[in-house]
């Protein structure tokens, strides 16, 4: 092994002896980090600068917030956070929608399309329900003309469906959908260039119901994934009976 990797025997012998130096002992830092990674050649993937997907209509009916930035949510099927996130792609921007349920962390709803129209998030409104249970559901979002359509408030009200809005230009009034579309950007966008609207929808798929859903794990869900806890909570709802709430 010496004579192939050119290292002379006493070399290696004091290398294999030598106790390991004082950085090697320190505890894990921010500088350490910093170091290891530009000796790599490293660099951490950063949140693009933000564009303002929001249109706001003055004159649209706003619905009351019924969140007040409480992310809580005992049981499936009681809150979910609705936002819209772009895409960039050379051929141009793709437009994601999505519906995120706040006690599982998985998102129940999603759309894409190259343009932001009402009918984008109705579409993520209509996969969702599709498979959920939504009367009584709480649906927050923010003040976009999407979500204050008249044509998207029709769409919730026959379903059961109790709307919910932040104040306007407030990102922490609907941060766990900020909180999603940054996962998106920092293991996704910023690690692939998308040449057309095709590939980033293809892409985006596979991200969104292929990890994020399946294998991403939550501190808040015991380090599980969003899948893993909906059937851990399905099964203890069965064992506990018709009278589990």
């Known amino acids: ?46 949140r693009r600068k933000r564009r303002c997907t929001t249109r706001r209509d003055r004159e649209a009916a706003v619905a009351p917030d019924r969140v007040r930035r409480r992310f809580e949510a005992s049981a499936p099927h009681r809150l979910w956070v609705a936002d819209i996130t772009y895409v960039p792609a050379q051929e141009g921007f793709l437009y994601l929608a999505t519906v995120l349920d706040v006690c599982s962390r998985k998102v129940v709803g999603w759309a894409m399309s190259a343009r932001q129209t009402v009918e984008l998030v109705k579409s993520a409104l209509e996969m969702a329900l599709e498979t959920r249970a939504a009367q009584g559901v709480v649906l927050h979002a923010d003040r976009g003309s999407q979500y204050t359509a008249l044509a998207f408030s029709r769409r919730c009200a026959p379903a059961g469906i109790q709307r919910s809005m932040g104040a306007a230009g407030n990102c922490f009034d609907n941060a766990m959908a900020e909180s999603l579309f940054a996962t998106v950007e ?50 203890q709802r069965t064992a506990d009976g018709p009278s589990a709430s």
Not at 202 to 218: A, L
């Open 1 to 46: 092994m010496c004579r192939v990797l050119g290292v002379s025997p006493s070399g290696y012998y004091a290398w294999r002896g030598r106790p390991p130096s004082r950085p090697a002992r320190v505890a894990v830092s921010r500088q350490r980090v910093a170091r290891l990674m530009r000796a790599l050649g490293r660099q951490g993937a950063t």
């Open 186 to 235: 920092c293991e996704l966008l910023q690690r692939v260039a998308f040449a057309s609207r095709e590939e980033a929808a293809r892409e985006i798929f596979r991200f969104v119901e292929g990890f994020c859903n399946r294998k991403r794990r939550h501190s808040a869900l015991g380090y599980r994934s969003p899948m893993e806890f909906e059937t851990a909570w399905h099964a």
